[in-house]
């Protein structure tokens, strides 16, 4: 309980603080790409139980194209390596920590 607790503050707090950066992100990934803001995939979490991962979209949306990206790989978008760099697009994850169980 203790740890859940624990989660769910620390979600909430993450969220709070990355609200307004993570607007501005939102803007400029739609200015400077067609399509979704965000990305999602399934994925297996702890005791195999399935969730959907939600990250920022660091690539277009049309791309195809090897598993791995290089720096200069053609399918990401201009805001990326900021994103990458400080792992930004990582954020969204913190409404993961508030739906987990």
């Known amino acids: 309980m203790a740890r859940r607790l624990f989660d769910l503050a620390a979600a909430l707090i993450g969220l709070t603080l990355f609200l307004v950066p993570g607007l501005i992100v939102s803007m400029l990934i ?22 959907r991962l939600c990250k920022f979209r660091t690539m277009r949306a049309d791309a195809n194209g090897a598993a791995v990206t290089t720096e200069r790989d053609p399918r990401i978008t201009p805001i990326v390596h900021f994103m990458r760099r400080w792992k930004f697009d990582e954020t969204p994850q913190f409404w993961n920590m508030l739906g987990a169980r």
């Open 30 to 51: 739609k200015a400077m790409s067609r399509g979704p803001i965000f990305y999602f995939q399934r994925r297996v979490g702890l005791h195999g139980r399935p969730f």
